[in-house]
């Protein structure tokens, strides 16, 4: 176990700076560069050229590379010019809103797709499990920028049980004390994420149910309950450790465009401006924070693998 988590350790360091280098070169090929982007379009070609040589852009690619990641390995991941912060402070300050979000999600998506998985698989090809397998398909592709817009149009515009927006605190007491903000951002990303748990855990109770394993407990006396929950149910959730440490870089992807829409202030929204202004340095800097969050991920699923499923060597 010990040799085979350092592997990993050792390929995901290489992911990382592979997706690190990919980042870094595609952004300083966008048209006009970080100098352009900064000091606007009026800029003058004498301001560009004492801008590149002051920061170190008139250098080749690599050795701005160079200097970009001894900087992250010394926790400085630059400047952001339009922010007039470090890129740290910038995540440090919004990535706290943007883990509200996603754990309230995902807590709530796997506390509902379990018991909803487990009823398919027990009734399944009934009415109830077709009714069921059909939300989950019209949600899962469903946008979901579109999927918000409708909660807001229904619950915050047509019933006011909701605000239209997120909270618009600065920190995790301001943001979790206005609750009723919360609501519809997290249905949002809730709904888009149960409809993949909820197949999952449906079709992995269905294969535990035909196992050997469950006809001789039967047979031996035991309850359905109890070989549902002390057997099945264990095994079933196998394919769910995997979908949460493998969808991190889904529900930040659901929660840039979610944060968008409900002008919520995380990391998903600080992004989708970033982008909009060419503001390089926070493009930067998120992007290693996904990357590492990504192979972190996948790292936790295979540990826990091992966990749930002992027959599981390395």
Do not use: C
Request: charged share 10%.
């Amino acid at each position: 176990m010990t040799g085979y988590l350092l592997r990993r350790v050792l390929q995901s360091v290489i992911v990382v700076v592979l997706v690190s280098v990919l980042t870094f070169v595609l952004l300083q090929l966008l048209p006009g560069g970080p100098a352009r982007a900064i000091l606007g379009p009026k800029a003058t070609p004498q301001q560009i050229e004492t801008f590149n040589q002051q920061n170190g852009y008139d250098k080749p690619l690599v050795v701005q590379f160079l200097h970009w990641a001894g900087g992250v390995l010394h926790g400085d991941l630059g400047y952001s010019y339009k922010l007039n912060q470090p890129v740290v402070d910038v995540i440090t300050d919004h990535l706290p809103k943007t883990l509200i979000l996603m754990s309230l999600s995902t807590a709530v998506a796997v506390l509902l797709a379990v018991p909803i998985g487990i009823y398919q698989a027990r009734k399944r090809n009934t009415l109830g499990d077709y009714a069921i397998t059909g939300l989950s398909f019209a949600f899962y592709a469903m946008p979901t920028f579109f999927l918000g817009e409708l909660l807001i149009l229904l619950f915050a515009i047509q019933l006011h049980w909701f605000p239209p927006v997120g909270p618009d605190g600065n920190t995790v007491g301001e943001i979790l004390g206005q609750a009723s903000g919360l609501v519809l951002p997290v249905a949002t990303l809730t709904l888009v994420t149960i409809a993949s748990f909820g197949r999952y855990v449906r079709s992995s109770v269905m294969e535990n149910l035909r196992q050997d394993y469950v006809r001789t407990a039967l047979a031996g006396g035991a309850s359905d309950g109890r070989v549902l929950l002390r057997h099945v149910l264990r095994n079933s959730l196998i394919p769910v450790v995997t979908l949460l440490g493998l969808t991190l870089p889904q529900l930040f992807a659901g929660a840039l465009i979610t944060e968008r829409v409900f002008n919520y202030p995380g990391m998903g929204f600080i992004f989708v401006q970033g982008a909009q202004v060419h503001d390089y340095p926070v493009l930067l800097g998120i992007g290693l924070m996904v990357a590492v969050a990504t192979v972190v991920g996948s790292l936790l699923a295979d540990i826990g693998y091992a966990v749930l499923d002992p027959r599981v060597k390395y």
